[in-house]
Every structure is written in structure tokens, then in C-alpha cells.
């Protein structure tokens, strides 16, 4: 996730600045740059930033393009077959995928058919759009309005400092079909450089380097700085087919629309935690096998057997509020809550009780009426439909009023949502921590690392209260089956995942 600040030069300058440093003569690049300025032209972007592009042809098309890196000796690049109805934001990350970046840095499209890098105009990223630049969204345009017959070519930028130029020739256009995956690679010759290497003038003297002596620890000289710094296994020259396309089938996921709150935690963060809670909503986006039904059953059960108590007249209350002993013992034998001692006939006893009723007026599936908890209609709905009333409780689990709690269970979903492990650690004198605990420290660390604080120290784990009954709601039987709760089963994944999308 790229971060600049308000006081340092815009990107158009930063690409500037790379590109003249980048040429084999600076000085004589700067020269024509400024007589450029004296007679009137702007170096910097054409007067008018809009790009004018044909309509999208009326059935969609496969392209065929070479991506090749920009002065690489000798060449790397890929063949690939992209579907033409993708936006180029989308394409950025095809391209990507397929070359092997990590999409760390910015990036820029620029239109063919002739190469004029910096003083053409540009597509506007989202970035670009949110520092008020005018100019054509590269997420309005797509692949077939810019690359539509053989020859026809398109110029991509990543990392104005490194300045990774690569070039697009299409190479055949043909009619697409419903099989046709967003990317498909074809052929790829050479390894992508490392992230931060220092361009592609430094890589190619480095990786004639490696290709002498393929151990970096071994490099010397002006080299010497990388071999620490590079991977053991960095082989110029090896690339997997495999790999790519295992890539490409990631970056064809639709983007995940993160709720707002999980949103605002990522804007906020800084940059490590920042990456990091970016990788697991990319991770909750990537496609999964459906749960079973049964385990979604037995997640659903005590609200499902809640609804069925309160169905009728509803559920009687006592003076004190609390539902009458006989509801009370039903749903705890009936929702396969049960514990091997206890009645649970008493809700002000019983916190499982209270969680499930809490809940289910939380997701507004019963209500207090005269004495009594009756279903809403939305309870009625979900007390016959399962698929209601998985929704219902997905779209309440995010459902805090206090910004530290919405905070907290925020990371929560997403750490769920993400399949992240979560297992008993040992803990000096008790044996084995329970997964409750576990959870919670996870995320009082995220929120510690978000700047929240507890006195003057890091959050405690009890700090986390709001998340661990987001754990419990995600729990088949509340935790007391199996010695401990199971947040990343499919199920609780599932609904997680419904949370972000709610």
C-alpha cells in the first residue's frame, strides 16, 4: 500500500526526476526538458488530461499481448491471453500477477501507439483521483478500448523510482468465450526482478553477476550490499509456469468491498499492520468450498432453537426480565449446548443463554413485547429459512456502538474470514493457553499495533471483550464441544465472510 506525504513532491515530479536519472545522459535529458518549459510545452502531461477511447467492441474479445520489461538485457517478458472486458485497474493486477511484482508501489497506464513516457497523459488511478487529479479513471476504461487490433500497444509504469517500464504489443485478438479465465499465460521467459533492486539498469549488471556466481552470498564489490539482502535461491533466469498461473488465478478474484469498518482499520493502520490486514482481506476474498451443511447446522442450531422456543406466544419473561426456567432449560438441552453438569435453567446463570438471546435481538430477530420475547417478522422468516437466518446473524457481527469494540471486532471477522489459525499455544505453569485466550491476544496485539493503549502499555488480551464474543458467535456449541471453540472451520468462515460483505 503506497503512502505519500503531503510535503513531498507528487509522483508526477518523483517520475520526473527517475526518468532523467534513468537515461544514459541526465544532463542532456534535463537540457531538452527545459527548453521543452521555454518554448511553452509541459513535460510533466499535455494540457488536456482526458484520453479520448473508442467504445468497447459489442462482443467481448481475448487479447493476446507480449508484456516485455523495458530495456532488460537480456529480455524478460510474458505472453498472456487477457480478456478484453477487463478495467485496466484490473489489468494492473493481472500484470502483476504475471511478472511477478507485489504490487508495493504506484503505478501508471499511458496510451499508444507511440512510446512518450511522462508527457502523454495518463490513466488516473484511485490515488490519483483522491489528490483531485482531472483526467480519464483507468477503472472506466477497458483492455478492448485501448488494445483492439494486432500491433496496437499500451505502456505500464511500476515504481516511479525504480521505474519498471514494460511495453504491451498485441499479437491476435480473437472472440471470448465463457470458459475464457480474466488472464491466462501462454509463455514467460526470465525471472521479474526484485522489489526495491534499483531499476532495471542495476538488475541487468546484477544478474550477470548471479549468472556467474549463482550464490549471492558470494557477491563482491559494488554487489556486495545484496547478499544479505537476496534471497539464497534467486535464479535470474527461473521462472514456473505453475506459479504464474496459480498468480493469476489470485488476482481474478473480484475485489472484496470490505465493510466500512474493517475499511477505516486498514486507513488507519500504519504500513506493516497496514500490509498485513490487506493480505488477510485479500485472503477472505479468495474463493472457498462451501461449509457443510450439517456443520452450518450445528453453527445455526441455538438460534435456530431459540427462534423455535419463542415461536407461538413468545418466550415469558420474569419481573426481573430474565426468560422463565422452563424456556430456559429447553434451549440449553435442545440447541446441543449443554454442558455434562448443570440445569441451565437459569439465564442470569447461564452466560451462553444470555449470548444467544443477546444476539439474536442484536441481528433483530426477536423483540421484548408485554412480558414476553416474540419473533419479528424478520425472526419469522428466519425461524423457517436457514439461508435468512444465516444472513441475519452475518450482517449483525459487526454490530458495535464504541470505536475501540468496532475496532476489535473488526479484526476479529477478518482474522476469521481469513481462515487465520488460531490454536492452544503453551503457557509456562498451565500447559496449554485455550484458543479463546489465543484470539484475544492476537487481536489486542493488531489493535495495540493500531495505536490503541491500555494505561501507558500494550492492550491485555481481557482488554478484547467485544471479539471474543464475536469468537464464541462463530463457535459451534459456544465452545463447549470438543474441549474449545473452532473458529476456523468452514462454517465460521462463512459467515465472517458474509460480515465483510454486509
Not at 245 to 267: C, F, K, N, Q
Not at 393 to 410: G, I, M, V
Not at 453 to 478: C, F, K, M, N, Q
Request: with cysteine; hydrophobic share 40%; proline share 9%.
Amino acid at each position: 500500500m503506497a503512502r505519500r506525504s503531503k510535503d513531498a513532491p507528487s509522483p508526477e515530479v518523483q517520475a520526473l526526476v527517475a526518468h532523467v536519472l534513468g537515461t544514459d545522459d541526465p544532463l542532456q535529458t534535463l537540457r531538452q526538458l527545459m527548453s521543452e518549459l521555454a518554448t511553452g510545452m509541459n513535460p510533466l502531461g499535455a494540457p488536456d488530461p482526458t484520453i479520448t477511447v473508442p467504445p468497447p467492441p459489442q462482443t467481448p474479445t481475448v487479447v493476446t499481448v507480449k508484456v516485455s520489461l523495458d530495456n532488460a538485457r537480456p529480455p524478460i517478458w510474458r505472453r498472456l491471453e487477457l480478456r478484453g472486458d477487463l478495467t485496466l485497474d484490473r489489468v494492473h493486477a493481472q500484470l502483476q500477477a504475471a511478472m511477478g511484482w507485489d504490487d508495493y508501489h504506484l503505478h501508471r497506464f499511458e496510451a499508444g501507439p507511440v512510446k512518450n513516457r511522462w508527457r502523454a497523459p495518463y490513466f488516473l488511478t484511485e490515488l490519483d483521483l483522491d489528490e483531485g487529479e482531472r483526467g480519464t479513471p483507468e477503472a472506466d476504461v477497458r483492455l478492448d478500448q485501448v488494445l483492439q487490433a494486432q500491433g496496437d500497444r499500451l505502456f505500464y509504469t511500476y515504481d516511479f523510482g525504480d521505474d519498471w517500464a514494460h511495453t504491451l504489443i498485441v499479437e491476435g485478438v480473437r472472440l471470448a468465450t465463457d470458459d475464457d479465465p480474466p488472464a491466462r499465460v501462454l509463455k514467460a521467459v526470465r525471472a521479474c526482478p526484485p522489489e526495491d533492486v534499483g531499476g532495471i539498469h542495476t538488475w541487468n549488471e546484477l544478474a550477470a553477476a548471479l549468472r556467474s556466481c549463482p550464490s549471492p552470498r558470494a557477491l563482491t564489490g559494488e554487489f556486495a550490499m545484496y547478499a544479505d539482502w537476496l534471497p539464497e535461491d534467486v535464479d535470474p533466469d527461473a521462472v514456473n509456469l505453475a506459479d504464474i498461473t496459480d498468480r493469476l488465478e489470485a488476482a481474478g478474484v473480484p475485489p472484496l468491498v470490505l465493510h466500512p469498518w474493517v475499511d477505516s482499520v486498514i486507513r488507519r493502520s500504519p504500513p506493516e499492520l497496514a500490509i498485513e490486514l490487506s493480505a488477510l482481506a485479500h485472503q477472505s476474498g479468495t474463493p472457498t468450498l462451501a461449509p457443510e451443511a450439517e456443520e452450518l447446522e450445528v453453527l445455526l442450531r441455538p438460534w435456530q432453537t431459540l427462534l423455535e422456543v419463542a415461536g407461538g406466544d413468545g418466550i415469558r419473561l420474569t419481573a426481573a426480565g430474565w426468560m422463565v426456567p422452563a424456556a430456559c432449560e429447553r434451549l440449553w438441552h435442545e440447541s446441543g449446548i449443554a454442558w455434562e453438569i448443570g440445569k441451565g435453567n437459569r439465564e442470569q446463570h447461564t452466560p451462553e443463554l444470555q449470548l444467544i438471546r443477546g444476539h439474536a435481538t442484536t441481528a433483530r430477530l426477536i423483540r421484548k413485547y408485554k412480558g414476553r420475547l416474540v419473533l419479528t417478522p424478520l425472526g419469522r422468516q428466519a425461524a423457517t429459512d436457514p439461508a435468512v437466518l444465516t444472513q441475519a446473524l452475518a450482517a449483525s457481527l459487526l454490530s458495535a456502538t464504541d470505536r475501540f469494540d468496532q475496532d476489535a471486532q473488526a479484526i476479529a471477522v477478518l482474522l476469521i474470514a481469513a481462515g487465520h489459525p488460531i490454536e492452544a499455544e503453551p503457557q509456562a505453569g498451565v500447559g496449554l493457553s485455550q484458543p479463546e485466550w489465543v484470539f484475544r491476544a492476537e487481536v489486542a496485539r493488531r489493535l495495540t499495533d493500531l495505536g490503541w493503549r491500555h494505561t501507558d502499555g500494550p492492550l491485555p488480551r481481557y482488554s478484547v471483550g467485544e471479539a471474543a464474543i464475536v469468537l464464541a458467535l462463530l463457535t459451534p456449541r459456544l465452545g463447549n464441544a470438543g474441549g474449545g471453540p473452532a473458529p476456523t472451520s468452514a462454517a465460521a468462515r462463512h459467515l465472517a465472510r458474509l460480515a465483510l460483505r454486509s
